[in-house]
């Protein structure tokens, strides 16, 4: 009675489907909601010999689930009544029982959903011989079968190791992972409680099989190597496991809050905690891998040599334009430029296309109204050189002079470039005493001196013949 009433509770709990049990074979696609099934086995032995007939039942037709699987909770109550008021008092035989459970898998859809057997004894089981073939038919409806052998006392009996010797055989490989031995007491927490949890004895192979089917490997949980979440010690590994959450406090790794939603739309809800629903079984935190681990850690994602901030939405991203030579930094699509002085690759500053986020950028950017292009452009004949700073001289003011020397210059094809048809070049740079040389990926022209550096007044003069 006491176990009937810890099966009820736990059923409570469980994110049941509503579904009655008449609706066998056409239950809906599988949510990962769960349906429940009660099977009471016993049988009569002669006493000191295996021999002896088994003996099995379920709610008859009419009672409540009916003897099959259900997901609604008022006939999984009527069964837990049916069977308190209709137990067993005899011997443990239970190859009619196992008979019973292939039928009732047999009668719901393979489309997924995990399908568990718990068998529950207090005694030896004596028909172990007689199970081969129920025993395959579990196999055959992919079953995974898990064993407990429930003790009266702290310590093991002789009583509670033949029970286990004859129950643990019948459980699913590895056997060991499949079996405990508990007081009565303990049940609801280790094995009800459990099931379901990932990071659990039984819970890790109902889950991880669950996630394994679902996703092959794509991620510790799905390959089955899902591991008990304090067992990260490094803040990366803890975040690539969907199962586990990293704690700045305490620089540990614990089961993620995502793990306590059982039903999809409490975990799609849940978006504080970045909760997914896996696999349509089981709802875990969305695996965060390489500059991601750092977004909401602005200093920390900062100090990554290959990670930065993005300004618009505040998450850590991997750093644009994080190349290390001019071919690689001018084909990147993130819009950079290579700096030649620097010998390093930075995003092309002020692309702003309105006045009001060019004024407002940290970059030092300022607006400047033009004439047009194609009225300046309209002057000239399609397919004749135009030159667009005829006027262009040095005006720098403050800390910076004129006469200042530098080491090179860039001009290039802001707007609309085409590549094979327009092109830079600088027919009076190597009178002035400067190289150029014209790249046509970005529509970029280089600029620097042919022999000591050169100053700003002179690149200016430089830039006016372009």
């Known amino acids: 009675y006491g176990l009937m009433e810890m099966l009820r509770d736990w059923m409570k709990t469980l994110p049941l489907n509503g579904e009655k049990a008449d609706v066998g074979l056409n239950s809906a696609p599988n949510t990962g909601e769960v349906r429940v099934g009660l099977i009471q086995f016993s049988g009569k032995n002669k006493r000191g010999s295996r021999q002896g007939r088994a003996d099995a039942k379920a709610t008859p037709a009419g009672t409540g689930s009916g003897g099959r699987l259900s997901g609604d909770i008022d006939e999984l109550n009527t069964d837990v009544d049916w069977h308190e008021a209709n137990y067993y008092g005899r011997g443990t035989m239970i190859q009619l029982g196992l008979q019973m ?100 004895l039984f819970g890790s192979l109902v889950i991880g099989q669950a996630a394994q089917q679902g996703a092959g490997a794509a991620n510790p949980a799905s390959s089955g190597v899902h591991q008990p979440c304090p067992q990260h010690l490094e803040q990366a590994g803890c975040l690539a496991d969907p199962g586990c959450v990293w704690f700045d406090n305490s620089l540990s790794c614990g089961d993620s809050p995502c793990l306590h939603h059982c039903e999809e739309k409490n975990c799609t809800a849940d978006v504080a ?139 290039n094809v802001e707007e609309g470039y085409v590549k094979g048809k327009d092109v830079l070049a600088c027919d009076q740079c190597a009178a002035l005493g400067f190289e150029a040389e014209w790249h046509d990926v970005p529509g970029v022209l280089y600029l620097k001196s042919a022999g000591a550096q050169k100053t700003l007044t002179e690149y200016a003069a430089a830039i006016a013949t372009v």
């Open 101 to 200: 459970a292939a039928d009732m898998f047999h009668l719901s859809p393979n489309d997924g959903r995990q399908r568990v057997l718990i068998i529950i004894t207090d005694g030896k089981i004596y028909d172990p011989d007689t199970l081969q073939q129920a025993r395959a038919e579990l196999d055959t409806e992919q079953v995974q079968v898990f064993g407990v052998v429930v003790r009266q006392n702290t310590q093991h009996t002789k009583a509670d190791l033949d029970a286990e010797e004859t129950l643990k055989p019948i459980t699913s490989d590895p056997h060991d992972a499949h079996f405990q031995n508990l007081q009565i007491d303990e049940i609801p927490e280790k094995v009800l409680g459990d099931i379901c949890d990932p990071n659990g």
């Open 273 to 411: 905690n970045g909760c997914t629903w896996e696999n349509g079984t089981i709802c875990v935190r969305e695996p965060k891998t390489g500059c991601e681990i750092y977004t909401g850690k602005p200093a920390d994602c900062e100090a990554q040599s290959d990670c930065q901030v993005d300004k618009d939405n505040s998450t850590c991203i991997d750093k644009k334009c994080n190349r290390d030579n001019e071919q690689g930094c001018l084909a990147d699509p993130d819009d950079c430029v290579w700096n030649n002085l620097n010998q390093d690759c930075t995003e092309r500053p002020c692309k702003e296309t309105e006045e009001g986020p060019c004024v407002a950028s940290t970059e030092g950017c300022v607006w400047q109204t033009t004439i047009p292009l194609n009225s300046t452009v309209s002057a000239y004949a399609r397919g004749q050189p135009m030159v667009p700073f005829p006027a262009l001289v040095c005006t720098v003011s403050g800390s910076c002079s004129c006469s200042e020397t530098v080491k090179g210059a860039a001009v």
